[in-house]
């Protein structure tokens, strides 16, 4: 509910502050006195983009504030809490208008852009009138305001429910069917590069163990020459034999020199010993690091054949084996392709019916919704004097989605005979402002929540027609709060808080004021709206009649 507004500075208005009341609040006043202001500076405070001249001549800036009971609405307080917003039982809106153009927003004194009073504000006023286009007269709005006619709230969760299902279904087929497309596009390449990583089948580490083998072989190749050379040198061709003459030739001498060759002839026999056991170790030693030619070659072939590989996939040695692996998964999901593929399928059909009967579930209860709203509306139209006309609720086919696959929209044809047609573009401005007054009757109780404001909603009707205006418009009011622009004496008549419009001229500049009526200045407004200036007796008593009408 809409209980304070505060205006300064805009447009002819130079300092207004109101306080609303519950129910039925009507403003009257001579054409011209401001009465729209009030509107189209509400409209400002709640995010409308408004008209460039807003702001009062000659004033540096201007500003509105707007105080609201927060209602009982958890997707509000869903988003309050989206937006960072702090509110307890009571929400100020605050937005100034800058000379220079520039427009600054605050939510109970924190600054927010203009995009989240915009979305504050089908939750805390609905403006209804012939230049409405986010109310009824929004066509893309039918389907959400029969939805809330009907209470389809557990058939919307549902379907939503199942069109996300649906959604993550489709994704997922859709996925897997293009990752195998992708697989099948290379499946040669995978199978050949798999079957040649699994021919040769790399070992991590291999590498290394490969080269160090190598390299060991081939020093071991030159070490042996050198080797084989020493054992030819401490062989019998060479210092052993050498020593053996040597010695034959000394033993031959050592005959005739009575032992004096003795020594000599000992420290040649230790020497050959010394060399026959150095021989011992040498081919200890040849035989430790001896090798097969063959055992190198093919070390060095499979070492050569690891690089050649790893440089074709350009990539390390050691990563072939994962990179094996991979190949050999990527081949498994194209072998496995089918299977997964028909997995899928049945989880998209399965999900796809799910979602179907959800739809259907929905359509059915707008259906049954759209019957009862057509029922109820003749009952309301009668007594504005629309009897003949006729008022349908039309559900037609609609893409699939999370609301389900219908299309909600409200036509009318105001006399018999005429083909119907959308609510905004068939009716007349009278004609209109009664289809708005009956289908909000009809739909108030379950929908319930902003305060509802009509523009001289009583355009074009008077008398009995009028009365039956402000009567609805008071029971409309019932529980809630209706704000009401209204040049009709039945309408005013019927209000809980009557506000005078008016105007005056002070040096050279226009103001315009907003008086609260007492009950007593009541009569005589509404006098002066049934008979214009000259207030009489006559004109006070038949003001007195419509108020006491019940």
Known sequence: MLHALDIRDMLIIDRLALEFAPGLNVLTGETGA????LLDCLNFVLGG???ADLLRQGADSGQVTAAFDVPDNPDLRALLAQQGIDADDELILRRV??????????????????????LLAPFLLEIHGQHDDRGILNPKAHRAILDAFAGTDPERDLCRAAWQQLRKARTALDAAEAAVAAQKAEEDYLRHSSAEINDLAPQPGEEQTLDTRRRQMQAAEKTAQSICAAQQAMGYDGAEGAIVTAIRWLEDAARHLDGAMDEALETLSRAQNELASAGQLVDRVVDSIAFDPHELESCEERLFALRALARKHQCQVDDLPALGAEFDQKLALVDGADAQIADLSRALTAAQANYDAAAQ????????????LDAAMPAELAPLKMERAVF??????ADPGPEGVDEVSFVVATNPGTPAGPLGKIASGGELSRFLLALKLC??????????????IDRGVGGATADAVGKRLARLAEGGQV??????????????????VSKSVEGDQTFSRVTILPQADRVDEIARMLSGDQLTDAARAAAQALMDMP
Request: glycine share 8%.
């Open 34 to 37: 401001g009465k729209s202001i």
């Open 49 to 51: 983009r408004g008209r």
């Open 97 to 118: 208008n800058a000379a220079d153009g520039r427009k600054t927003a605050f939510i109970n004194g924190q600054r927010v852009p203009a995009e989240t009073l915009r």
């Open 361 to 372: 579930a929905l359509s059915a209860a707008r259906r049954a919704a759209a019957a009862e």
């Open 392 to 397: 349908e609720t039309r559900l037609t086919p």
């Open 443 to 456: 739909l108030r109780a379950p929908l319930g929540g902003p305060t509802m404001i009509f523009d001289e």
């Open 483 to 500: 704000l009401v622009v209204t040049h009709a004496p039945q309408v005013a008549a019927k209000a809980q808080q009557h506000m005078l």
